[in-house]
């Protein structure tokens, strides 16, 4: 038997789309597999390890637990729109992961660089204690930890300096 | 005088950094093609069953499902496999494939599972190595005949006893615990491990005419492709295997059956065919780390000096593996052979099969297993003879012109792609091997030992029921000097693109690679392109394993450069009218060394050459030969940890406060990468020890923590703050290594362990020789539990 056919509209990295959703659909799905927006990535696909963590209106959220349905008229920010839109050029904390060799493998890189944002946006100043708690919830088996808390204060520190919006 | 580099040791960002970053990095479950169908496979419920009977024409006749596979429609092939088939009529473990099904969606794959009828007939079956040893055990493998692995008719094991037993011995051990003062034992053990790897497997195949394209999530390509090749019935020629981005193997991603299966599903429904392993069928369908039992004896004199070494080990080798018997084998010829030179030494091991998942290579290959019990037991005789334990392993660890243990070959490796080098001695080592008493001496420094250090049995610090303690270890892991290629081709404008079948999987391959190249061609770091890991273009190579992606890949390369750096010397020589050997690279110029005015850019030798291309084959055996003894020889990475821990009694919480790291590298090409590579072995063991448990249930053989909320990997809030965690870098040059580097990756796995083991002996006055240091473990110890 068919599952039911929902449409609905998502605002992704400021651009709207009209999708046919299924109800049981999760937004992680919707957004690698419809969209095409690969650059969010599932390792546990339980809500255990943090990689699929996207911000829908500014709060870091697991796409994996949440269904698609659920984010109609929410704003959410992928990896693929943290860079500006209009340059290209790299958010500060995306340069910081690249100066400061944030990521080994890559897979957990995507959902540590929005959970550092959604920290960032709520405390532009953070402690080292601050940080490992805001990415506590984001497993990176690779170990780089300390590269990554490395790379979340610098950023912090390039986007005081600078004029970056939230 | 040290050599002077350009781009050689330089901290540069990683080559794939801003595709990552940007999340453009692709990796195999990104891909999507055309027609594209899903797979699933079904797994066994019981750990030792035959298939009586299986029904798959329901499932076949669900809309949607375009094709199934089960043992009897399947070649009777072994991928890489020693003991199974590509499916087969008996499975023997839970999780064991017993179908594959493709459909046009996951939710049609996954009910098409649900209608396959499979009748089985249940077998006994045995999940512990020491149950499986006992008389009257049940075969975990019928065909096979025994439970202790002996080899196989395709890969026999020379060296085994006919019981199974693999022995080792020098001097005499009996005579070497009569000259003893005392005498220390104990029976240690490891746990198993899960490699948990962030994506879990995944494989897409498809067919155009007979060709076969695969996109295949593996650190092993040439092996892979050798496989599918085989199991295919195909010549290579026709397969082509791409693994651009493989994720974090940690020695996992090896061979299995599932990118052969899905092939064979793609050839069946004439359609590009795709599997993501879900994170449960990961953890119990793939592979995990084997676990270690032994009894360790060690005959020790007043002044210091070890008079015998006796280890025995067992080992529970699961289901089967893609290398059977041969970590145990590298416990034998490393950390148990290498770290404590003594001249009357035995080791005997023993690889038991058991009705639990398949073990495959896991960070370290034998030696965070043999180490985590070795050094609790040298703790222990330091202990005996009341002598600082950092200096107990600076008297005794192993120094240049010593004779380790280790015999020529311990296994016959040519099948590996070793250079199953014939005169290869592992009891032999170079002269690099002194950094072990520089990175004892340096990681005792940074950690403040001297002044931590209170003596037996006293703690660093008491505070009520918290009490702070410190230990140490030392490790040692194999460089690995595995049979690779490489090709550099030089572009028209001067650039080059360096191409090599080792991968890109987060340990840093790609840009050490290219900085090794630019730095021989005299080229800058942006103008090296990397191509990795796809058949159609990349030449063959044993691929990431053993830590060799730098003395194997990396070496490979760096001869190819220089190889088409001699081609482009002969062409500007004719230009500049001066001899080849006269000539010098740098900053994309070629110039005659003495008057660096008179040169041409490399653009232009590369435009007049028109293809000027580099080749190589690794390694160069004249390279790796012992000054003094003449022998072929291998190199060792060097690691020596301080941890320092703090422990409450009450509840038996361990925190880990401090770890300082001293590893040799022999030279740094890209110390904020080799750092990274620290870290990453420090956390795992961390996890190892202390939070990772795969617990497979005793009665029914079915892992029960098969997810990432139940398997608990370490968090960043369980690991020591920035300041805390600190890696050293010692530079012992490695003869063979290019530009005298090792690879390093896997030995800060070794000492880990042990290093908090003895810290919290330290501590609290307790030794915990059993596999995990977890809360329950500790109060456990402290009699609290």
Known sequence: ????????????????????????????????????????????????????????????????LTLALECEGKNILTIEGMADPATGELHPIQTAFVEHSGMQCGVCTPGMILTAKALLNDNPNPTEAEVREALAGNICRCGNYKRIVECVLAAAEMMRGGNWNA | MPEEFSILGKRLPRKEAIEKVKGEAQFVPDIQLPGM???????????????????????????????????RNVPKVHPRRKLEYLLDETVHCAGEEVAA???????????????????????????????????????????????????????????????????????????????????VEGTYETPMQYHCSPMPRSVICQWTGDKLT????????????????????????????????????????????????????????????????????????????????????????????????????????????????????????????????????????????????????????????????????????AERIDMDPVEFRLKNCMRYGTRGLGLRQILGLADTGDSGSKELDWGIVGRDIDSLQECIKKAAEKSQWQQKWKGWKTPVAVNGPRRRGIGIAIGIHH?????????????????????????????????????????????????????LADTAATPPGMGNVGSGGTSSGIAAAKYAAEDAKQKLFSIAAERLKVKPDELEAKNRRIYVKQRPAIGIPIAEACLAGYQVTGTAVNPQPESIIDEKTGKVIHSYAIAATIAEVEVDTETGMMDVVRITTAHDCGKAINPTIIENQIDLSVTMANGWVRSENYIIDQSTGVVINPNMLDYKIMTILDMPKSDDLQEILVESPCAWGPFGAKGMSETAMTTQAPALANALYNATGVRIRGDHLTPERILEALGKS
């Open chain 1, 1 to 64: 038997m068919a599952n039911e056919i929902y449409t609905i509209t998502l605002a992704v990295n400021s651009d709207d789309y009209q999708l046919e959703v299924e109800a049981q659909w999760t937004l992680a799905d919707v957004l690698r597999e419809k969209l095409g927006l690969t650059g969010t990535k599932t390792m546990c696909n339980e809500g255990g390890c943090g990689a699929c963590t996207v911000l829908i209106d500014q709060k870091p959220v697991l796409s994996c």
């Open chain 2, 37 to 71: 169908l899903y797979a699933r496979l079904l797994r066994s419920p019981h750990a030792h069953a035959r298939i009586v009977s299986i029904d798959t024409s329901k499932a076949e006749a669900l809309p949607g499902v375009k094709a199934v596979l089960t043992h």
């Open chain 2, 101 to 183: 099904v493709a459909a046009v969606t996951k939710e049609i794959a996954e009910e098409a599972l649900n209608l396959i009828d499979v009748e089985y007939e249940i077998l006994p079956a045995v999940f512990d190595a020491e149950e499986a040893m006992k008389p009257g055990a049940p075969l975990a493998h019928i065909d096979y005949g025994s439970n202790i692995y002996h080899g196989t008719d395709l890969q026999p094991v020379p060296r085994c006893r006919p019981d199974g037993w693999l022995p080792v011995e020098i001097g005499d051990v009996e005579k070497g615990f009569t000259d003893a003062d005392y005498i």
């Open chain 2, 214 to 381: 695969c996109w295949v999530d593996t650190q092993v390509v040439t092996r892979v492709w050798q496989d599918m090749a085989q199991c295919l019935s195909m010549p290579q020629s026709d397969v082509r295997l791409i693994a651009t981005y493989p994720v974090g193997g940690y020695g996992g991603k090896e061979p299995e059956r599932t990118a052969p299966l899905i092939a064979l599903l793609a050839r069946k429904a004439d359609r590009p065919v795709k599997i993501v392993f879900s994170r449960e069928e990961d953890a119990i369908g793939t592979h995990r780390r084997l676990s270690y039992k032994c009894y360790e004896k060690i005959g020790v004199k007043k002044d210091g000096a070890i008079t015998a070494i006796y280890q025995k080990m067992i080992t529970n080798f699961g289901r089967d593996s893609t290398w059977p018997m041969f970590i145990l084998a590298c416990s034998a010829v490393g950390t148990c052979s290498m770290l404590y030179p003594c001249p009357n030494s035995k080791w005997e091991g023993c690889t038991v099969i058991t009705n639990t998942p398949s073990h495959a290579a896991f960070n370290g290959f034998g030696d965070p297993e043999a180490g985590f019990c070795l050094e609790r037991i040298i703790d222990e005789a």
């Open chain 2, 479 to 531: 460089s690995a000097y595995h049979l690779s290629s490489a090709v550099v081709r030089m572009n028209q404008d001067g650039t080059a693109n360096v191409m090599s079948s080792f991968v890109e999987m987060g340990q840093g391959f790609g840009t050490a690679v290219a900085q090794v190249v630019a730095e021989v061609l005299g080229l800058r770091y942006e103008d090296v392109g990397v191509l």
